[in-house]
């Protein structure tokens, strides 16, 4: 029996979004394509219509939710600030199922294959280039300021989660707030003037 298109685009997007949310609760590799198929309410031999393999299955997966992140939105929208204090909160770090993908997957994502690496590169500029032009107009560099506010809000959620359930997990996603905040204020020429 052939199904209609529609129907089989359905099906791989449901794939996609069970592999996406366990990828980051559970991790890449701990994480089998019986499981996700499964959740997703399908046999096994679904899979293979829709992907060549699961490396083929972490690549899109990569890719789209390095796309669909909409960081400079919320800037517009919410301000840097509160865009800040929501990213490094305790909900997000205790809930990496629906979190950042590139907080919960960066680990992982060094061991997969240069394409899938590559593909995660490309992404990652763009984002950064989204983000730097929500920044403050008279920024210094913004691209470089943008790399350095993403390398701190990721690492200061995967240090937090590490050390999740102890003091010093808020105290890390406070100092990341902090450094985020110093970042962008040091490099604006708006804040120069503040910190000599």
Request: hydrophobic share 40%; with cysteine.
């Amino acid at each position: 029996m052939r199904y209609e298109k529609g129907r089989k685009d359905a099906s791989r997007q449901k794939i996609m979004e069970v592999a996406s949310e366990r990828f980051r609760r559970d991790g890449i590799a701990a994480t089998g394509l019986a499981a996700i198929m499964s959740d997703a309410g399908m046999t096994n031999g679904a899979f293979y219509p829709h992907f060549k393999s699961k490396a083929d299955l972490v690549r899109e997966t990569v890719a789209a939710a390095t796309v669909a992140t909409g960081f400079g939105d919320l800037i517009a929208e919410e301000g840097l600030e509160t865009t800040i204090v929501t990213y490094l909160s305790p909900e997000h770090r205790d809930d990496p199922g629906q979190g950042c993908p590139l907080a919960a997957l960066l680990p992982e994502l060094a061991r997969q294959p240069l394409e899938t690496r590559c593909v995660y590169a490309d992404n990652f500029l763009a984002l950064a280039r989204e983000l730097a032009s929500a920044l403050p107009a008279k920024t210094n560099d913004p691209e470089a300021v943008a790399i350095a506010i993403y390398a701190t809000l990721i690492g200061s959620v995967q240090l937090a989660r590490a050390a999740e359930g102890t003091d010093l997990s808020d105290r890390i996603l406070a100092a990341g707030r902090d450094a985020v905040w110093a970042l962008a204020e040091r490099n604006s020429t708006n804040g120069a003037h503040h910190h000599g």
